[in-house]
T-cell receptor, first 114, second 114 residues
Framework: RKEVEQDPGPFNVPEGATVAFNCTYS??????FFWYRQDCRKEPKLLMS???SGNEDGRFTAQLNRASQYISLLIRDSKLSDSATYLC???????????????FGSGTQLTVLP | DAGITQSPRHKVTETGTPVTLRCHQT?????MYWYRQDPGHGLRLIHY???????DKGEVSDGYSVSRSKTEDFLLTLESATSSQTSVYFC?????????????FGPGTRLTVL
């Protein structure tokens, strides 16, 4: 089983739609969580952190469910510019001698259509 | 912009030749990482460094070596390139934040091994 699993999509939605992505993680001791965005042929970029109480940044809302070990990202009023691949990222509990490596999901591809 | 550059940005080489990729950062970050990204696999950690001359292996380190003789430079070497090492290579640095440690990526190097 992969440590971080995402539905690869693709999700094709019309402009203005609301779309949600889910991600599950296997390490129950994971400490912190993030969503990254990656545009075609570009590097991944941090979109937002995910807090236990849930958090919002404009049209984007992130939720964490520790009991079920999943993270979600909701995008409201989708724009053409939201077209990208969204990566779910988990920071597991640091172990002795480790570099607190991040674990990346394979990504969910979103295309927003005019 | 975390001040990370990678060189070269694109490279085509032949099987059996040595290849060195360079990652350069300008902000004195201690931790640096090398990833490869392939369709269906997402980002996979090759090697990382936690200081000058301090490096360790990631999950896909076979066929790769690294060196860090200065804080600002982290080199990835393919001693004898193979076609299976055709990939996009990303360098990253670690930044500590309120939500936990995150990583910022360089622009990537597209490597093709013929």
């Amino acid at each position: 089983r992969k440590e971080v699993e995402q539905d690869p999509g693709p999700f094709n939605v019309p402009e203005g739609a609301t779309v949600a992505f889910n991600c599950t993680y296997s390490n129950s001791a994971s400490q912190s969580f993030f969503w990254y965005r990656q545009d075609c042929r570009k590097e991944p970029k941090l979109l937002m952190s995910v807090y236990s109480s849930g958090n919002e940044d404009g049209r984007f809302t992130a939720q964490l469910n520790r009991a079920s070990q999943y993270i979600s990202l909701l995008i409201r009023d989708s724009k053409l510019s939201d077209s990208a691949t969204y990566l779910c990222v988990v920071n597991p509990r640091a172990q002795s001698g480790s570099a607190r490596q991040l674990t990346f999901g394979s990504g969910t591809q979103l295309t927003v259509l005019p | 912009d975390a001040g990370i550059t990678q060189s070269p940005r694109h490279k085509v080489t032949e099987t059996g030749t040595p290849v060195t990729l360079r990652c350069h950062q300008t902000e004195n970050h201690r931790y640096m990482y090398w990833y490869r990204q392939d369709p269906g696999h997402g980002l996979r950690l090759i090697h990382y460094s936690y200081g000058v001359k301090d490096t360790d292996k990631g999950e896909v380190s076979d066929g790769y070596s690294v060196s860090r003789s200065k804080t600002e430079d982290f080199l990835l070497t393919l001693e004898s390139a193979t076609s299976s090492q055709t990939s996009v290579y990303f360098c990253a640095i670690r930044i500590s934040g309120g939500a936990g440690d995150t990583q910022y990526f360089g622009p990537g190097t597209r490597l093709t091994v013929l």
